[in-house]
């Protein structure tokens, strides 16, 4: 793995690197998670202004909370995966979503990026005033179960989504 991982604001300047990242997403088919990139980046001007918007607080969705976005990326600046960190929790967020959501690129993932992500963004969340984390992955998703566990995870009570979905929920200290 690469040593020098750091997370970032979006900016302009990584507009070229983000759109590889997205569009490597893209094509794969799978769900992009977190929620966040989805959002389209066609104009990335306008995308930039959503998750400023967002970080601040500003034209949210009704019962959405601030969440603030942040990439990671390595010494090359070549964006391998994102994180939407939560400033507070919903009720949906108790449940299902927590206060971190993350992922890695496709082509990066079982390289270690996740787990040093978390706790890249452990360190962001308590910069927010965030002293104990939420996070959650779906009961499939073994490569998180055990980021989340190497990233002090401690298990709570399991939701059950009307789709019948397990979510494993966690509590980390930070």
Not at 57 to 76: C, F, H, M, Q, R
Not at 130 to 147: M, P, W, Y
Request: glycine share 8%.
């Amino acid at each position: 793995m690469r040593n020098l991982l750091q997370l970032v604001s979006p900016s302009f300047h990584l507009k070229e690197e983000y759109l590889s990242f997205y569009t490597e997403w893209e094509k794969s088919g799978e769900k992009m998670i977190p929620w966040v990139i989805e959002q389209n980046p066609h104009p990335f001007e306008q995308m930039l202004q959503f998750l400023q918007d967002h970080a601040e607080g500003k034209n949210l969705p009704e019962n959405w909370v601030a969440d603030s976005t942040y990439w990671l990326i390595d010494e090359t600046n070549r964006v391998l995966g994102v994180v939407n960190i939560r400033h507070s929790l919903s009720e949906f967020l108790l449940n299902s979503g927590g206060h971190i959501g993350y992922g890695i690129r496709p082509s990066e993932r079982r390289k270690g990026y996740a787990t040093k992500l978390l706790a890249l963004s452990l360190q962001k969340a308590k910069e927010l005033g965030i002293d104990r984390a939420l996070v959650v992955c779906d009961e499939d998703n073994a490569g998180s179960f055990q980021t989340i566990v190497k990233n002090g995870g401690i298990a709570d009570n399991d939701f059950v989504e009307e789709d019948g979905v397990v979510v494993k929920r966690f509590w980390i200290q930070i």
